[in-house]
Each structure stands twice: as C-alpha cells, then as structure tokens.
C-alpha cells in the first residue's frame, strides 16, 4: 500500500509538471498577459504557471519584477494558493511591522507551515501567548550578566576549538568547508547560552549529533512547504504520511524529544541546587521563572532555530565577499589591532562595541545576502498599504530584505557593489556609522517583533570575524560566485570550500 501511494504521489507531480506545460502553450496562444507590474496572470489558474517554472529562483524573480514596479510590490495570486503582497517598499513595511502591527501577525497560514517544528514558541505565536514570551524574554535578553555569559562562551569555543581546528587546516594545507565549520560553531553557542549543555559540533573526531541532523532536516523541509506551488500537494503527503512529511515527522520527533529531556534534566539539576547558585543559560532562566516544561522547549527551540543558522550564514557570505575585497579585509584587521593594542588586550564587549568597520562590512553583507530573505504576515481584516495597494483579508503581506538590498531607489546604482562605506556619514571631520531605518534594512526584523537576539548575534559575528581574520587569510579554492538558496535561513550552496594561512605569512596557501 505505501508503495503504492508513493508511486501515485510521483506520478501526480509528473502529471502536474505536464499539465503546467500544456496550459502554458494554450494561454499563450490563446492570451495576452497583462501589462501590469508583476507576474504574468490568466483566468483561473493566475500566475500558476510562472509561478512553477520560477519556482527554483524565487528570489531573483520577485526582485526583477519588483525593480520594474513603480511601488516596489507586486501581488502574487495563483490557483492553489492565497494572495501574496510582496513589498520592497519601506513605507508597506513599516506600516506592517509597526503602524497597522495588530492587523499583520504571524497568521494561521504561518503557523500550519512551522507549527509542527515550533509549537507554540515565541516565533510561532500571536497574540496575548506571543506577549507573554515577548516580555519574558525580553527581559532575559537584556541583562548584563547573559551578555557576559555569551562572551565568556564565545572566548572559550573561538580559543579552544575554533582557532586550532584553523591552525591544523594550515598544517596540513588542507581543503575544508568553511560553512560547515561556522554552522558546527554556531550550533555549539547558541546550544550552550540557551540550553545550558555542550553538543561538542566542532570535534570533528565524533560524528554529527543526531540532533544536528534533524534540526537540519526539519528546518529545510519545513521551508520546503511554504515554497510549493500547490500547498494541497504537502498537506496530502502529511496526512498520509509519505515522503518528505514522513521524514518531517521522524524529525521533528527527535527534535522535541531530545531537548525536551534537557529540559528534565535542567530542572532536576535547578531542584536538587541547594545553594541557590544562578545559572547562565537561557533555559536555566526560564525554568526559574516558574514556566512549564513544554512552554520552555518550546521557547528555546525558537531560540535555537533564530540564532544557528542566521549567524553562520552572515559570517559565511562575509568571509567569501572579503575574499574577493581585499582592501575591506585589511581596513577590518587594520582596525581590530589598533582596538587590541596589537595583541596586548584581549576582545570583550567594549572592543567590540569599537569595531565599527567590521560592523558595516557585516551590515553590507547582510543587505546582499540576508539571512532571512524574507518573512509573512497575514491580514486579519481587509486594510490598503501605503502605496495604495489594496490587502483583502487573510492576504500574505511578504515584505522582502533579499530584494529591498537590491533596489535601486534604495540604495543606488552601486546597490550590486559590496561597499561598507555606504553605511558610514562624514560628520565635522568625523566618520561616523549612519543610522539607517530598520524598514529600509529590515534583516532583523523591526517594530514590537524586532529580534531580541539583534546584539547578541551582532557581538559572535563580531568575535568570529575579529578572531579569525586578525591570525589568518581565507581562500576560496573556486572561484564561481556562489549560490544564494533561501530555506528557513539562506545559506551558501554547496558550502564554502576555503584553504588557510597565517596572516604573518606562515602556511602558504
């Protein structure tokens, strides 16, 4: 019987791929597709068939037609789906993320996609349970002692596992995947600052932790939902359970169980603690405040997710663009010695507060290659944007930082160019970092649901990159420009194949 329907289920997507095609030749002869800016349309079907046949570069697809739209929005409607907004307007996206925020939650829609692997955390939820977390965690985010805690984890992971693994791919002139070591990295933080427990990603002597490789399937799978031309198709698949759902569920089982067990443990360890010692972690902090234990796994399953893959992918396209902008590279290690005194200070939080250049090369690689292409809301009640677009109720409002980095009317003819000095004004004789809108440069979201974890992401990347490049070079070993692919955070294609040296000149590449 499984067989069976797996067979029938691959059959229909071929079907479907054929149907596609033949509509496509038959409304092309028959119909002219309107002049309007945005896909092309037809009776019933809407913009189905482009829909699919773009359905592997998204990205650019939307970016080109929204460059060519006199707003920067296009409306996307298509048989087997619900409307889609797709902005690039800042003024839509503030009136979304702030103005008219009450109108604009996450939405049911949101929540069907990522409710199985999320539950009910922070970053799946609306209304009064979304409140409630925000302000928990807002609160734990804010402090200074788990400011300190996150750099003190950063010291240790860099000096310990970061830094030698670079100086045994120097050794040996080895070729390594520079991706796949900041992901490793990453999931090591933010494992250790939000759960209290160490997964031990960058010893390379042990195989991946089982946890690692469900988070990665259900975080791609999950994406892959919301990117399908017919939601029928996945939702079959579910309810049947086949295919990619199938393995979803197998997942995300893993997942939940897994941290739901160190969330056990972390309470047995908080109950039996006689001396009242506080612990750092974020888990700590939350269980201490009384929550339940579901609530908890929750919550820092959405903190684990926001906070692996998003950095890693930042520092990874950095690393690459660097690569290719020698003189940006310099002017970052010029500016990390002079903060070091060359070498007779060690990094805390007031260097890092000083690294501004470094700032703005990571800012310019972000508006490039956002971490978080893109993100939804749905309308509760029918509303007009900004710039007059109208939104029917349970519309998708997509507001778009993949294509607003690269509009023109945002930020000029050179918006294709990696320049970090755009992000810095001339002040007297001063130059000094530009406060640019968040609804212009929405890549940790903006308005009452902007990231809480906005600094703390901004002191690893700052560590990492500091870190590394003052000791050492990184060379890409191809050098085709890489894929962009968006999944629930984007990342790098194939990875990032690299080989090291010494920035002294040891170990030539």
């Excluded at 087997?80 to 993320?97: C, D, K, M, Q, S």
């Excluded at 690893?460 to 070079?473: D, G, T």
Aim: net charge neutral.
């Amino acid at each position: 019987m499984f067989i069976f329907l797996v067979i029938i289920c691959n059959l229909g997507f071929y079907l479907l791929s054929f149907f596609f095609s033949v509509l496509q030749e038959f409304y092309a002869s028959q119909t002219k597709p309107p002049t309007s800016h945005g896909p092309p349309s037809y009776p019933i079907i809407g913009c189905l068939i482009s829909f699919y046949k773009n359905r592997r570069c998204l990205l650019d697809w939307y970016t080109t037609l929204l460059s060519v739209s006199p707003t920067q929005t296009i409306v996307v409607q298509r048989l087997g789906a619900r409307r889609i907004i797709v902005t690039a307007n800042p003024e839509n996206v503030e009136y979304v993320l702030k103005t008219n925020f009450i109108n604009f939650p996450k939405g049911k829609p949101f929540t069907e996609i990522l409710g199985d692997l999320l539950g009910c955390g922070i970053f799946n939820a609306d209304g009064e349970l979304w409140s409630t977390q925000r302000k928990l965690a807002s609160h734990e985010f804010s402090t200074k002692s788990l400011r300190e805690f996150v750099v003190m984890t950063l010291q240790e992971e860099v000096e310990n596992r970061l830094i030698p693994l670079l100086e045994e791919a120097v050794e040996a002139k080895s070729v390594f995947d520079l991706q796949d070591l900041l992901r490793r990295f990453s999931f090591d933080i933010v494992c250790r600052v939000s759960l209290g427990t160490d997964p031990s990603c960058l010893d390379l002597s042990r195989p991946i932790p089982p946890l690692v490789k469900a988070f990665d399937a259900a975080s791609e799978i999950s994406a892959m939902r919301g990117m399908a031309p017919v939601y029928a198709v996945w939702k079959a698949k579910k309810l049947f359970n086949l295919g990619a759902e199938k393995k979803l569920k197998e997942a995300i089982k893993l997942v939940h169980d897994s941290v739901s067990e160190i969330v056990k443990t972390k309470k047995r360890v908080l109950e039996n603690d006689r001396e009242g010692k506080l612990e750092s972690d974020l888990l700590s902090r939350l269980l201490l405040a009384g929550h339940g234990e579901e609530v908890v796994r929750d919550m820092v399953i959405s903190f684990i997710m926001a906070g692996r893959d998003t950095t890693s992918a930042a520092m990874t396209w950095l690393f690459w663009l660097l690569s290719k902008h020698r003189n940006s590279e310099e002017m970052i290690v010029k500016e990390v010695e002079s903060l070091l005194d060359d070498g007779e200070r060690a990094i805390d939080y007031e260097v890092l507060k000083g690294m501004n250049f470094l700032k703005a090369s990571l800012c310019e690689s972000m508006r490039l290659y956002p971490p978080v292409p893109w993100d939804s809301k749905h309308a509760i009640i029918d509303d007009v944007l900004p710039d007059g677009t109208s939104v029917r109720k349970g519309d998708r409002v997509t507001y778009f930082p993949y294509g607003m980095g690269r509009m023109e009317k945002l930020w000029g003819k050179d918006r294709f160019e990696f320049r970090p000095d755009r992000w810095f004004q001339e002040i007297g004789n001063e130059q000094t970092l530009k406060s640019v809108s968040p609804y212009t440069f929405p890549v940790f979201q903006a308005g009452p649901r902007v990231c809480l974890g906005k600094e703390m992401a901004m002191i690893q990347m700052k560590y990492v990159m500091a870190s590394v490049l003052r000791r050492f070079e990184i060379k890409p070993v191809f050098d085709n420009e890489p894929v962009f692919a968006p999944l629930l955070t984007a990342h790098m294609v194939g990875g990032l194949k690299v080989m090291v040296k010494r920035r002294n000149g040891n170990g030539d590449i």
